[in-house]
Each structure stands twice: as structure tokens, then as C-alpha cells.
Nanobody, 124 residues
Framework: QAQLVESGGGLVQAGGSLRLSCAAS????????MAWFRQAPGKEREFVAA????????NYADSVKARFTISRDNAKNTVYLQMNSLKPEDTAVYYC?????????????????WGQGTQVTVSS
């Protein structure tokens, strides 16, 4: 399996920006699709964004569309999440995930590699 390590989280004021990174190592053959999920305290994990290997298939949750941008650098085995216009409701632990499907998926079950998560806190 691939190992996924997230970075870039932190504390930011509402309206600010952060860029999360997720570097994959090890058996990266199973990282055809990569995604970000998040989990806020007391809430279930939710899908944020996903991208396939070529970037031809990208999905966003409605709540982040037009504010967040997912991208990847295959040469570096890294996926990014650029988060702009952050809101307090974006506060959560953000998890990177990777899986073998061909098309970017919103379903957590389609991902079999998960990172440890990085905390994003947006103050009002």
C-alpha cells in the first residue's frame, strides 16, 4: 500500500487561504485517484474533492465548489488542495485518500489508502 502524508494545515482567519499537500510514497500504483475528505468534531467524514491521474475527472462537494481547487503533480506523487475564501464551517481534520478507480469518486469506500490527517481551523 501507499503511505500518504498530509501537510499545510493550520489556523487562518475567515476569508483567508491555505494550501494542503499530500505526498504519496511506497506502492504508489494504487493512487490513480486521489481525494480529500474532512471530518469536523461530532460530524461524519465528508467528501471534499477528488481527481484522477490525468486530471480529466475532477469532483467537488457543492459546499467547496468555486472556493477550493484540487490538483496533482504526478512526478512528485503529490496532490494539492488550494482553499480560498475559507469559512469557519470549513474547520475540520482534512484527510488525503488514494485509490485504484479510473474516475474521481466521492465515495470513501473507493479509497483504500488514507493519511493521518491535518487540522484546518478557520476563525471568525
Amino acid at each position: 500500500q501507499a503511505q500518504l502524508v498530509e501537510s499545510g494545515g493550520g489556523l487562518v482567519q475567515a476569508g483567508g487561504s491555505l494550501r494542503l499537500s499530500c505526498a504519496a510514497s511506497g506502492r504508489t500504483a494504487g493512487t490513480y485517484i486521489m481525494a480529500w475528505f474532512r471530518q469536523a468534531p461530532g460530524k461524519e467524514r465528508e467528501f471534499v474533492a477528488a481527481i484522477n491521474w490525468s486530471g480529466s475527472s475532477i469532483n467537488y462537494a457543492d459546499s467547496v465548489k468555486a472556493r477550493f481547487t484540487i490538483s496533482r503533480d504526478n512526478a512528485k506523487n503529490t496532490v494539492y488542495l488550494q482553499m480560498n475564501s475559507l469559512k469557519p464551517e470549513d474547520t475540520a481534520v482534512y484527510y488525503c485518500a488514494a485509490g485504484p478507480k479510473l474516475l474521481a469518486s466521492r465515495r470513501g469506500d473507493d479509497y483504500d489508502n488514507w493519511g493521518q490527517g491535518t487540522q484546518v481551523t478557520v476563525s471568525s
